[in-house]
């Protein structure tokens, strides 16, 4: 056993980058829960966003425009999500289900010509000195856009909620949607767009796994992160920064135990295997126990006529 | 009386459609269960590629089916059964936890012919399969020592069954045997099919030192993140992964299926199939070698070669005496070869690993 083989640095780089697909896929389900929907497609729209994303980034050459592409495709797939629940008022369970067996086989429609495919890649951001500073230079600027756009997300998602009068009208509509209804806001318009915005963001989450974190393209290679965001989103209680925490904990203790197996720590390796999970849910569990609740109307269907 | 007539004619009718259906069932079907999806770009792209070469071979005479994805242990039963209710003839599984699951539904489908690959259980209607992937780790292992500088071996591991075991104690044996200083560093990733999981692993293992980096998971992902870090050396797994040559990847091991379910499936055909056990290695083909790619030392290469046409003919095995166990006992005595009821159960690692084996 030798932990000086592993470089702190590195390992808080790498989980950062880790953790975006994560962050990104749960801040966009975290706007959609708060909007009162629930919305269990996101691996599929993951997926697809994957797919859409290194398609079109392989085709234009621009990791940028396939990031964009990703997060529409995300955003078109949540549309069928949304004309389910909304306007055919389906089950929202049974639609999210459906939407990610949909997206995994659709997506392995579209990437038929891309496997084995290389991408072109996304160069880090450019801080200058910044980046030479010891210890926070490699920590915090030396990292994709897309990664800064994720934090950057999470604290407009934060201040959009808390601040502003689109986030009231948001979290109106996800507490009680006949109260909303009632003052006269469109709840299934706002609902609607909630539903795209989480698509979007789904999407690009998918993307930053195939354009960068692994970067090619592989069937159903999501494998399963956008179940885990949406756990996430319940054990952060709705609230964006716990958010936040909790994906850096769950890719920081991925690293983590990976470096720990690297370096031939005598932990068995199914404690290592099972501990990102376990802290994660600890932690965020113990900072719910201000009795933060669900918002109100999730996953209820509304017509105005009920 | 008229109406008992036309009953009686339908009922007729009836029978010998009925008869000419089971006659008309000339078509045999084979059913595949994989653990990935087919576009992995390994171990199941590898199967998929048998299951076409099977279509190719015997055309018309058979028609095959498969479900990717299927998750291994109980699920795996429903698929298997759904198979079989389907009028599948024989069933090939393609991964070792589809053991019990196949020994389940062959017990209850005893006119269906089951093949499970790399598992240890039979019965009267199911055989097993498995390719001697370690002679084609062992060459791994001898390349692998040759070529790093920072004598740190990663090692991607998916779980600790015999197989894989096995693989890591061919490649380390052939790893240390031209190179004793060189260490194998661990990684269990517990998944056969995870980008992005192995990737991760992949990249904390070239963090770590790691100048090759060898795995036993089944997509390019790990290719990818050699790719990246620019001077580490990879080797395909279970397909060729060419598109990462000549360099990451300087060769690799490449499962060949498409003889072995041809005459399998020839045999449900002539009805001569028997409950068998195979494993093939690299004398059959069953186990293929990559090309040799020119970024590896050309003495090197002939080194493997030489060593890949020593175990095709038989005059060596890759694991032969002398041999100790992790613990320091003896395993293999000076010049003995190790039998196959050990390999197939391996559980221990060879002495020089570090490291214990997840129980």
């Known amino acids: ?306 | 009386m008229k109406l008992i007539t036309l009953l009686a004619s339908a009922a007729v009718a009836l029978g010998l459609a009925g008869g000419a259906y089971a006659d008309g069932h000339e078509k045999t079907k084979v059913g595949f269960v994989f653990v990935g999806p087919i576009g992995d770009g390994g171990w199941t792209y590898e199967h998929n590629k048998g299951r076409l070469a099977v279509e190719e071979a015997l055309g018309d005479a058979v028609e095959t089916v498969y479900v990717e994805n299927v998750a291994e242990g109980p699920d795996s039963e429903r698929v298997m059964t759904q198979m079989a209710l389907d009028g599948a003839d024989l069933i090939f599984t393609t991964s070792f936890g589809y053991m019990d699951p196949t020994i389940n539904i062959a017990a209850k489908f005893p006119d269906v012919k089951f093949e499970h690959a790399t598992g240890y259980k039979r019965a009267d209607n199911v055989s097993t399969y498995s390719a001697r992937f370690y002679e084609g780790r062992a060459i791994q292992g001898h390349i692998a020592g040759k070529m790093t500088k920072s004598n740190i071996i990663g090692y991607i591991a998916s779980y600790p069954i015999p197989e894989v075991i096995r693989g890591i104690n061919a490649a380390y044996i052939h790893a240390a045997k031209v190179n004793p200083d060189v260490e194998f560093k661990i990684i269990w990733a517990y998944t056969w099919f995870d980008p992005a999981k192995e990737a991760d692993a992949a990249r904390a293992l070239i963090e770590q030192g790691a100048d090759v980096v060898l795995q036993h998971t089944d997509s390019t992902a790990p290719q990818a993140a050699a790719q990246e870090a620019g001077n580490v050396v990879t080797f395909g797994q279970a397909s060729d992964m060419g598109q990462y040559a000549p360099f990451p990847r300087v060769s690799s091991i490449i499962d060949d299926w498409a003889p072995y379910y041809i005459a399998r499936t020839k045999a449900v055909i002539d009805g001569t199939w028997e409950s068998t056990d195979t494993w093939d290695g690299i004398g059959p083909g069953m186990v293929g070698i990559g090309e040799i790619s020119d970024a590896v030392p050309a003495d090197v290469k002939e080194e493997a070669l030489a060593m890949k046409a020593a175990i095709a003919d038989g005059s060596y095995h890759p694991f032969t005496g002398p041999l100790k166990k992790q613990d320091g006992s003896d395993w293999l005595a000076d010049g003995e070869v190790a039998d196959d009821g050990t390999l197939a159960g391996m559980n221990f690692y060879v002495e020089g690993l570090t490291g214990e084996i997840p129980q």
């Open chain 1, 1 to 306: 056993m030798d932990l000086s083989v592993i470089n702190p640095i590195l390992l808080i780089a790498a989980l950062m980058s880790a953790a975006t697909p994560i962050l990104l896929a749960a801040t966009g389900e975290l706007v959609v829960e708060r909007a009162g929907v629930l919305n269990l497609g996101v691996e599929g729209m993951m997926i697809l966003g994957a797919i859409c994303g290194f398609a079109i980034a392989v085709e234009t050459g621009s990791p940028l425009t396939g990031f964009v592409a990703a997060a529409i495709g995300g955003a078109m797939l949540s549309l069928l999500f949304a004309l389910l629940t909304q306007v055919a008022l389906a089950n929202q369970v049974a639609s999210g289900l459906a939407l990610t067996l949909f997206g995994l086989g659709l997506s392995a429609l579209l990437g038929q010509r891309y496997v084995g495919v290389k991408p072109p890649r996304m160069g880090d951001m450019n801080f200058g000195p910044l980046a030479d500073i010891p210890v926070l230079g490699p920590i915090l600027f030396s990292h994709d856009p897309i990664l800064y756009l994720g934090i950057a997300l999470v604290a407009a998602v934060w201040a959009t909620l808390k601040y502003t009068r689109v986030g009231l009208i948001l979290r109106a509509v996800g507490e009680n949607h006949d109260a909303a209804h009632a003052l006269g806001y469109k709840v299934v318009r706002i609902r609607t767009l909630a539903i795209m915005f989480g698509g979007a963001c789904a999407g690009m989450g998918g993307a930053y796994i195939s354009l960068i974190r692994v970067p090619q393209w592989t069937e159903g290679m999501t494998a399963g992160v956008g179940w885990i965001a949406l756990a996430l989103v319940v054990f952060a209680s709705w609230k964006p920064w716990r958010v936040l925490l909790g994906a850096y904990l769950f890719g920081g203790i991925t690293q983590l135990q990976l470096n720990l197996q690297g370096a031939g720590v005598a932990i068995p390796v199914e404690y290592l295997a099972m501990s990102p999970y376990i802290i994660t849910i600890v932690v965020l569990v113990i900072l719910s126990a201000d009795k933060s609740a669900a918002p109100g109307s999730l996953g209820r269907t509304f017509h105005a006529s009920h």
